[in-house]
């Protein structure tokens, strides 16, 4: 039962894209002809010693020693046809069907299984040791043995084992050799650069595919216009930056700014990680930093993109992992050919990172990254560019509202943005529709920044159930029974993938950059609502709150030792942030005393939060019933039916309805029920007084038949302005909770009182 709450939605995901893998404008043509050939040769040359290897074995027969009286003993039963004196040895070959040894039947099953595998005869070549015998050729005579002798030639034995094995391994080592001299001079081209295959004369990206960063575009900018023009700002004496560090979360579009920036400047583009230059072998990472930068003179003007540069230029210092003697020699060697390449000649380092708190500060000094660019989550404004530009090519209808997305989507990243979009679509092709209307986009932001999809399937108990219940509308009524909270969306209680067994949405009025104390205080007590309804009711708390807890004793942390916010501590910094773009922890840095104390502040905020939410909870026990039975049977409570009950109840009191609540809690227009509302006043059955529309007398009596009316209007303005209520056209919930005169209990319960 992991609650998501969110003002601000955590990142993602990150963008690491390097680009299309193109050969580039340096690769030389005869060259790149030459290496089929080459290729072709070096096959060549293993099949012919391979086949060498199988023909000289393939050529000699399978060959069996015997004893010399055996040798005397076959020739004396004629089953000798011939021998051959060769050298120290006598080969013997026997007349047809000769065999030796007793054993014949094993002898045929040898040659029938030999024969089976290898397809050819089982052949036996036997030979035997020449001793000096005066007998011996009166023997062979008298049984009609013919008799042969070779004459050794040791030359041409020479001669064949050098064609057959020296020939073959000098030749390929002679072209292995010139192969790795192309590829760079190590082993297999490991000192090569790897940026040569991402090269590229454009990216295909310009300015208009980035949405949402106005201030970053704005600096690079700048260095495309001198490239374009380097005269214009040579003649007044100044130089090209020679680098640009984009700094910035994972997916806020580091890769695709420097990628638009070789589009629009309409040069080479050589794009790598920083990984590309770490390796196995010693040397390899400067090796590829001078082959890099040795093309990229080639190739000027042009632009160096090297992404995640925290890979190889991270600090020296042992504190952020120093001490590697291979990574410490590839930084060196950037460090020397950013300081020696001119920058006339128009070449332009990019490069990007989430860690620029780690990287060293030799690498970040004036002269050779001059420029930090900060690629931060983008404002209200920046996310609704950033939807209107991957929207452009999806199949919208009128219902869409993007500026209502963009508000909702606080905290998110660009990539995240355009998964929405992507998840939208998708949705709308499952529902078998055209277009993507308002509530497949709410649909995939839920399914992008809450938590999965819905699980459905997912079977809970009635107990489950109802515990669930209580802690979510425990959570929206602690929410809306606060000042400095933001309204509550939606309340369900249906399981999603991600763990969640329900959650209670809320999203933002307007944009924050700020947070005020009470503000922060006011989301601690949200968070422990859940399980302040827990214990109120059923006096044992559950394991769901954990989520709750964790984020609200983060919270507390902060004000503690980030804020300032700390009666106990006041202004004292006692943590400083490790990663800023990334999990934005804290390490703290204070004494373990100080720690101690720090953590029995933290302790105490968040209780005296609880107690806050229990004793709301318990001042309005009634409330958080009725709404835990509501949620219990159906399920879902979306921003439409609190409008309906908060519609349906206030009309029937003497306070009404005014258009600026109406407006600022529902973020719909009031006009179309105003439009409604005068019409039943020229009726008699409704009446303004002060900005507030309420029934009268006549009016009253007729209250059921003018609600309907009413809730028509609401349905169709909800459907068409509404972020989160497309559905309800098809089922408009129409019933109410019992009717009461309380105006303190119909606003607690919508969160429409007046907060100031």
């Not at 397809?119 to 009166?138: E, K």
């Not at 050794?152 to 073959?168: E, K």
């Not at 072998?281 to 890099?292: E, M, N």
């Not at 404004?381 to 869409?400: I, N, P, S, Y």
Request: hydrophobic share 40%.
């Amino acid at each position: 039962m992991d609650e998501v709450i969110p003002t601000r939605v955590e990142d993602k995901m990150n963008e690491n894209n390097n680009g299309s893998q193109q050969g580039g404008p340096n690769n030389n043509n005869n060259n790149k002809k030459r290496q089929p050939i080459m290729l072709f040769v070096l096959f060549a040359l293993i099949a012919m010693f391979i086949t060498s290897l199988l023909y000289s074995s393939a050529g000699s027969s399978t060959t069996e020693a015997i004893t010399y009286s055996k040798f005397l003993d076959l020739v004396e039963k004629d089953q000798v046809k011939s021998v051959v004196f060769d050298g120290d040895q006598i080969n013997i070959k026997l007349v047809d069907g000769a065999k030796v040894g007793s054993d014949s039947q094993t002898a045929s099953i040898q040659a029938q299984l030999y024969k089976e595998s290898t397809g050819q005869d089982l052949t036996i070549a036997y030979y035997t040791a020449y001793i000096s015998d005066a007998d011996l050729l009166p023997l062979l005579k008298e049984h009609d043995v013919e008799i042969d002798g070779e004459i050794s030639d040791s030359t041409a034995v020479i001669i064949y084992n050098v064609l057959s094995f020296v020939i073959p391994i000098v030749l390929l080592w002679i072209l292995m050799s010139f192969l790795m001299k192309r590829m760079g001079g190590g082993a297999m081209g490991v000192g090569k650069s790897n940026a040569k295959v991402y090269v590229e004369k454009s990216t295909g990206v310009t300015f208009k595919d980035v949405a949402g960063q106005d201030e970053a575009k704005e600096s690079l900018q700048e260095v495309v216009d001198f490239l374009h023009n380097p005269q214009k700002y040579t003649s007044i004496g100044a130089k090209l930056p020679k680098g640009a560090l984009l700094v910035g979360p994972p997916g806020t579009g580091k890769t695709l700014l420097a990628k638009a920036v070789a589009g629009e400047a309409g040069v080479p583009f050589f794009s790598l990680a920083g990984s590309d230059f770490v390796e196995m072998f010693v040397g390899v990472g400067a090796s590829r930093v001078r082959d890099l930068f040795k093309e990229a003179q080639k190739a000027a003007p042009c632009i160096i993109f090297i992404d995640e540069i925290d890979a190889i230029g991270k600090s020296r210092d042992s504190r952020y992992g120093g001490g590697n003697d291979e990574r410490e020699q590839t930084l060196n060697q950037l460090l020397a050919e950013m300081d020696g390449f001119d920058t006339s000649k128009g070449l332009l380092i990019l490069a990007a990172t989430n860690r620029p708190e780690v990287l060293d500060k030799a690498l970040l000094r004036p002269g050779r990254f001059d420029r930090r660019i900060i690629v931060d989550r983008p404002d209200q404004k920046g996310r609704l560019e950033t939807l209107k530009v991957h929207a452009k090519d999806v199949a919208m209808d009128e219902t869409v509202d993007l500026d209502a997305l963009a508000l909702a989507s606080a905290g998110l990243v660009g990539s995240d943005l355009a998964n929405i979009i992507n998840e939208a679509a998708i949705i709308a092709v499952k529902h078998d529709r055209k277009f993507v209307n308002q509530s497949d986009l709410f649909e995939a932001f839920e399914l992008v920044a809450v938590g999965g999809k819905e699980k459905k399937d997912r079977v809970m108990s009635d107990k489950e159930r109802k515990i669930v219940s209580y802690h979510e509308v425990g959570h929206a009524l602690v929410s809306a029974l606060q000042k400095n909270t933001e309204p509550v969306q939606k309340i369900t209680i249906v399981p999603r993938t991600m763990g969640a067994l329900g959650y209670t949405l809320q999203t933002p009025e307007e944009e924050k950059f700020l947070e005020t104390k009470d503000e922060l205080l006011a989301k601690i007590t949200t968070f422990m609502g859940g399980r302040a309804a827990e214990q109120l009711v059923f006096e044992s708390p559950t394991s769901g709150a954990s989520n709750d807890i964790e984020n609200a004793t983060s919270i507390a942390r902060n004000m503690v030792t980030r804020f300032g916010m700390s009666d106990k501590f006041g202004m004292m910094g006692l943590a400083t942030v490790e990663n800023q773009y990334l999990e934005g922890r804290a390490s703290m840095t204070c004494g373990e005393r100080t720690a101690a104390e720090v953590d029995q502040e933290v302790l105490r905020i968040v209780t005296e939060c609880y107690d806050k939410a229990t004793g709301l909870l318990e001042e309005n026990r009634e409330i958080l019933d009725k709404i835990s039975d509501y949620l219990y049977e159906h399920e879902t409570i979306t921003e439409l039916e609190r409008a309906n009950e908060y519609l349906m109840l206030s009309m029937r009191t003497a306070y009404g309805i005014s258009a600026r609540d109406y407006t600022a809690h529902f973020r719909a227009s009031f006009a179309p029920l105003e439009e409604k509302l005068k019409f039943f006043a020229e009726k008699g059955w409704a009446k303004e007084t002060n900005g507030r529309w309420a029934f009268t007398t006549s009016g009253f009596l007729v209250s059921n038949l003018l609600i309907g009316e009413l809730l028509d209007v609401q349905a169709e303005q909800n459907a068409v302005g509404n972020p989160y209520l497309q559905e309800i056209l098809d089922n408009v919930q129409r019933q109410s909770l019992p009717e009461s005169d309380d105006e303190t209990f119909l606003r607690e319960l919508f969160g429409m009182k007046d907060k100031g």
